[in-house]
């Protein structure tokens, strides 16, 4: 994948966030976090440069982008996190105020039809089949019309973070969703299993709220 686009442009946008709760979650000093920083973006350009060009109908090439920077951070620390804080620690770091504001506009066209649409051309489209660094989805709309599902198959976050050695660590990245969800202001997450859990498949459930 070229660093050059999205890549380059997740970095300057969050990496900032991330070296800042280094200090705020994580209490290194910020001698540590700034040197902490400087180890990251060589890292995150190198995991960038091994993986593949993502389709350009693939619709979650930011979510593997955002799994290198995470990645890159967590090799350059000098102490291996602990889950919990991981967790912490990712959440706060992503949720900007112009991630938030993306949230909260995302939630105003969630249940419209374009947006079933779009979720039912990213089921078809099983770009996991032929990039093993995406997703595979099944889409399902409840029948009593309170929302719809997204059922993952296979994981682009599980394949990289096996890569990186960092496995353990993926419910922190999962966890996530929830977040999202919250920020945007117009459904319940519900989820029953991950496949970094040891799940059967990842359900993303979204419910309208009210």
């Not at 967590?74 to 291996?80: E, T």
Request: hydrophobic share 40%; charged share 25%; with cysteine.
């Amino acid at each position: 994948m070229k660093y050059a686009g999205m890549p380059f442009g997740m970095w300057a946008l969050f990496a900032g966030s991330f070296q800042k709760q280094l200090t705020t979650v994580l209490g290194y000093d910020a001698a540590t976090a700034k040197a902490i920083m400087k180890k990251a973006k060589p890292q995150y350009r190198q995991i960038i440069r091994r993986l593949p060009e993502f389709e350009k109908a693939d619709r979650f090439k930011m979510n593997i982008v955002n799994c290198a920077m995470l990645g890159a951070f967590i090799l350059s620390m000098p102490q291996r996190p602990e889950v919990d804080r991981m967790t912490d620690y990712y959440a706060r770091s992503m949720m900007t105020k112009p991630m938030q504001w993306f949230c909260r506009k995302s939630g105003k066209s969630k249940f419209t039809a374009k947006d079933i649409a779009a979720m039912k051309a990213t089921a078809a489209l099983k770009a996991a089949d032929r990039n093993p660094y995406s997703w595979n989805m099944e889409f399902y709309e409840y029948p009593d019309g309170s929302g719809y599902e997204g059922r993952f198959t296979k994981c682009g976050i599980c394949v990289l973070m096996k890569e990186l050695g960092l496995y353990d660590l993926t419910p922190a990245l999962c966890h996530l969703d929830y977040t999202m969800s919250e920020a945007g202001g117009v459904t319940n997450f519900v989820r029953q299993y991950t496949l970094a859990s040891g799940g059967p498949y990842c359900d993303c459930g979204y419910k309208k709220k009210g």
